[in-house]
């Protein structure tokens, strides 16, 4: 199984860098290809798969629940790309984009929203607060992706995390996150993998872990972009995290409140490479990097 933010298979980002300009004076040095990069572009190109996300918590939720799941709350939602796609999968469809970080935020409602049919963006509520605090309407599905909540480093506060998600769902509400771990995981490593781009130069995503604490599970981690004409943007991102493990995560889950955890593992073909399909798994392997989705359930008051 392929972790996103590893083994990523990138595609095209043409759209993430500018053109070089014409007609500069001469003598004068055009930009590198780093420095003109949109590093949130980059990060959706090599990191997010906000289709197969949407139709992953869809089905979940329908399987699980008998109904069509309408509303969704993005935690820690960045440029809130999957609140878009979310609700341009079904004109029924709301979503509230939740992250502090404001920039990005506005970042999001001008290359996303902005350009979107009037009907989809109007149906995107973009609120800079805290995940912590308790957001209205209550919600059919809180998403809580890409590892993010791998910045709470405590117990206590990934408790609260997971209480705000609870009291923000509906009565038969689902919260969905993502989780990576294997024996991989405690060594300070890189992994990077390039991809021909739609204007035939390349760009290579690297995923590098600069340090892991084996006593508090602290993780250093960050992103980087190496370009054709030898640029880098390093780091693009970076990551301060406690790696937290599948039954720490279960077990404050459950002491938040929801009454079932499920663990969706990646189902492999014969040769040992992920197919898109997940199963709902009480054992798995332990290899080195695996990445599975987590669906915990708020039980309907009978």
Known sequence: MSLRLTFVSRVSISEAMGRAGRGKRAGKQAKTLAERADRHRLYEAAVQDTESEVRFVSRTFSKLRG?????????????????????????QRRAWGIDLDGPTLD???????????ADCAARVELVETNVLAHVKPKVDIALGFNF???????????????????SGLNEDGVLFLDCY??????????????????????VTYRWVHDSFNPINHDLQAHIAFDFDDGS????????????????EIRELLMEAGFTKVHVYWEIEDDQGEGTGRFRDATDGENEGIWWVFIAAEREPKP
Not at 150 to 163: G, M, P
Request: proline fraction near 4%; hydrophobic fraction near 35%; charged fraction near 30%.
């Open 107 to 117: 970042w999001g409602r001008v290359n996303h929203l902005e350009p979107a049919e």
């Open 232 to 247: 880098t943007l390093d780091p693009a991102f970076h990551y301060d995290w406690r790696h937290w493990s599948l039954p």
């Open 181 to 202: 771990g294997g024996t991989e995981v405690p060594k300070a490593d890189e992994e990077a993998r390039e991809v021909e781009l739609d204007n035939g130069s390349t």
């Open 148 to 166: 993010s909540y791998f910045c709470f480093k405590s117990r206590e506060q990934l408790r609260k995390y997971f209480v705000a998600a609870f």
């Open 67 to 91: 109904r069509k799941a309408l509303t969704l709350r993005e935690g820690f939602s960045g440029t809130s790309k999957l609140c878009l796609t979310w609700v341009q999968s079904d004109r």
